[in-house]
């Protein structure tokens, strides 16, 4: 009978694993998508932080609100000429 004790121990471990690793293994899955989805939720505050502010310079700054009128919009002062540079397209190792 002492000689099954051991084994009946290491039986019971044995369950005892095949029960609670897989539940373990997702736990820290899940802990690892937790940590990513808060590094999200930071960088996400910090872009409506950023937002925030440029909304209240727009309101605020007319330098800045022209400034960004002009590159999103390309919206010119009258009298102004725009200059459009154009580049040319090399092809390099065209066949003739």
């Not at 099954?4 to 897989?22: D, E, K, R, S």
């Not at 502010?53 to 000429?81: F, S």
Request: no cysteine; glycine share 6%; proline share 3%.
């Amino acid at each position: 009978m002492k000689r099954f004790i051991p084994l009946v121990v290491l039986l019971l471990i044995g369950i005892a694993a095949l029960i609670y690793l897989p539940g373990i293994s997702k736990y820290l899955k899940l802990k690892h998508r937790e940590a990513g989805l808060d590094r999200e939720i930071e960088r996400l505050e910090r872009q409506i932080e950023n937002l925030k502010e440029e909304e209240h310079l727009l309101k605020t700054d007319l330098a800045r609100l022209e400034e960004v009128v002009r590159d999103e919009l390309g919206l010119v002062k009258p009298g102004e000429i725009v200059y459009k540079v154009v580049e040319e397209e090399v092809v390099t190792g065209a066949k003739q």
